[in-house]
């Protein structure tokens, strides 16, 4: 089943969020796609994702924008996407 096979490749990949419905229609310009495994998914760009968190007030959403600008500030240097 298709479902399957992409639950567990997010999964094996690290991924820990997925934006669905009308607010992945607004992303959808500049979202980033990533192969995982036989299925390649878009996925919100590190900006708009930093975007979402910001301002929530959640400790979680703090601690996910300092993730989120660490892997930003490698890519900057060249590191992986």
């Known amino acids: 089943m298709f479902y399957l096979e992409l639950f567990k490749a997010l999964q094996d ?38 975007a979402l968190k910001t301002g929530t007030g959640r400790v979680k959403d703090e601690s996910d924008i300092s993730a989120l600008r660490a892997l930003q500030a490698e890519r900057d240097k060249g590191g992986p996407p």
């Open 13 to 50: 990949d690290g991924v820990r969020y997925v934006v669905i419905g009308g607010l992945a229609v607004n992303l959808h310009a500049r979202r980033v796609e990533k192969d995982l495994g036989r299925v390649r998914v878009p996925i919100a760009c590190v900006d708009d994702l930093i």
